[in-house]
């Protein structure tokens, strides 16, 4: 392992710890940040799965959306993290919910499997 690799999961063990506490401790896991984004959408779309199984865990809206209108699904599968895609799917989340660009998370999902058959990357 390398040291950045160990600071990378200490840094994100920390997060997981922090966030865990202010759940705990009553955090509303529906509150959104000065940018409209709340947290299901922020650990949602960098691949924090251990977070979005906090914020499920405390009732936070699967398809509670940013300031675009763009859902936890729609940023999953953006960024081709399937095992958060698949989760959020256990939890209700809706593949119809219309996001930035007026895509949903299914099409954005049929994007990205067809980029990535074309060898490309994930994210669109």
Known sequence: MTVHHARNDSILFALFQTVQILLVHGADPNAKDVHHVGGLVWAAG??????VGLMLDAHAKVDQADKYGTTALEWAAR??????VRRLLDAGASVDAVGMYSWTP?????????????GGKHEI
């Open 46 to 51: 960098r691949g924090h799965e251990d977070v």
């Open 79 to 84: 960024r081709g993290h399937r095992d958060i």
């Open 106 to 118: 299914l099409l954005v999902a049929t994007k990205c499997v067809t980029i990535h058959r074309q």
